[in-house]
């Protein structure tokens, strides 16, 4: 069975980056998008990044136009607006999908082997309503089911916590802490 340092990725240059090339980190795997309601959260996510980068985090993203076209341009067009409004340091890659036919291998096996366990508070309430107009069947399957769900891998590639994007980005925050 492939492990998380099994696969390979694309850079933001169209460049190959081996996942066996953070052996040793903690991981933060993230789907995100530009514009979207939960797109405020690089900020937080940045802040998770300068405090806990140094003690071995690094935080992936990847950008995915798979729900409602929430990230419309290019790999540089997502780049310069993450850099420009949140000042974005951790590593963007190239743009995928996370589910389907065409769906990136290191995201089929995110939630393949993660369990989806609905959403919180009240953009949970608006979400599955958004969510129902891409997925049907979305209670009933494990896929990603919006931008910015986020996965926890610890130091020896372990998945250790499936983040919905409805998820307290302090309980995100204190979950990394206590893997570091």
């Known amino acids: ?10 850079a933001q240059d169209g460049s190959e980056v081996s996942l066996a090339d953070y052996k040793g ?19 937080p996510l940045q802040k998770i990044y300068d405090e806990y980068h140094d003690q071995g985090l690094e935080i992936l993203d990847f950008p995915c136009n798979q729900f409602k076209n929430q990230a ?13 409004r949140f000042g974005i340091t951790f590593p963007q890659f ?17 939630c393949d082997n993660t369990e989806f366990k609905g959403f919180s508070g009240a953009m949970g309430l608006i979400l599955k309503a958004a969510v129902k107009s891409v997925d049907k069947d979305y209670k009933k399957n494990n896929n990603v089911k919006w931008n910015f ?22 309980n995100v925050r204190k979950q990394v802490a206590a893997v570091l």
């Open 1 to 10: 069975m492939a492990g998380i340092y099994d696969f390979t990725v694309k």
């Open 25 to 43: 980190k903690t991981l933060l795997i993230v789907n995100t998008a530009t514009g979207c309601g939960f797109t405020p959260q690089y900020e």
């Open 72 to 84: 419309p341009g290019s790999d540089e067009e997502i780049h310069t607006f993450c850099t420009g």
């Open 94 to 110: 190239s743009k995928i999908d996370v589910f389907g036919p065409n769906a990136e291998p290191l995201f089929t096996y995110l």
């Open 149 to 170: 769900t986020k996965f926890l891998i610890d130091k020896e590639g372990n998945i250790v916590a499936r983040f919905e994007p409805t998820e307290d980005m302090e």
